[in-house]
């Protein structure tokens, strides 16, 4: 993450304008050895698809589910970041043949739970949002870092979040945010209670 000295703050939504939409019925299995089993927001799926498509496009062409948003394609921007076994990911990069008996989890779910809810006031309330075209990728990480035991402290955090690309070049907000969350680090105890994945 490229760091401005100064980024005017903007007014916005908290979600970034997350679609928080149920995913579309998904296509049922077929016998030609493309289907692959994965949970995707809570919910084991067969998904028809060939071994090299992206997990983005799945994502947002088969499912419906549109959060995580298309950028760089090449996974340098962040915008398309989910979590794959509860570690953010770029989904530009996964295919679905890397898919088989993983669990995925999008903005939509990870917006459900108290501890995005923390980041996404934090993100707002601090300006750190334009557009808001990267806030749903910036949420995830955020989200996971914020729930590690121990958490990191906010210069770590910083370095952590250099695979985001705000094309608005609203960082000085998101790093005052970013101050404010992860002033201290997190005992190791977790006696914060902020562990555990997304409910
Ligand atoms: S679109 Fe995936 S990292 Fe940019
Ligand atoms: S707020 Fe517009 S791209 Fe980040």
Redesign the pocket.
């Known amino acids: 993450m490229k760091l401005p000295d100064q980024a005017p703050g903007c007014p916005g939504d908290s979600c970034g304008g997350a679609d928080l939409s149920p995913p579309r019925s998904l296509p049922a299995a077929d016998s030609d050895g493309r289907c692959h089993f994965v949970e995707i927001n809570g919910r084991r799926v067969a998904l028809d698809s060939r071994a090299d498509r992206r997990l983005l496009a799945i994502l947002r062409e088969d499912l419906g589910l549109v959060a995580a948003k298309p950028g760089c394609g090449i996974g340098r921007c962040g915008a398309c970041m989910v979590w794959l076994d509860d570690v953010p990911v770029n989904s530009c990069l996964v295919m679905a043949w890397q898919l088989d008996g993983r669990r995925v989890s999008t903005a939509e779910l990870v917006a459900d739970s108290p501890i995005s809810e923390d980041i996404r006031q934090a993100i707002a309330q601090c300006g750190g949002?334009?557009?808001?075209?990267?806030?749903p990728g910036i949420v995830v990480t955020l989200t996971h870092l914020y729930q590690r035991v121990p958490r990191p402290c906010a210069d770590e955090v910083v370095t952590l979040m250099s695979g985001h690309v705000?094309?608005?070049t609203?960082y000085s907000g998101l790093l005052r945010a970013i101050a404010g969350l992860f002033a201290q680090p997190s005992d190791v105890a977790g006696t914060s209670g902020h562990g555990g994945g997304p409910t």
């Open positions: 949002l334009q557009c808001g075209y990267c806030s705000c094309r608005c609203g």
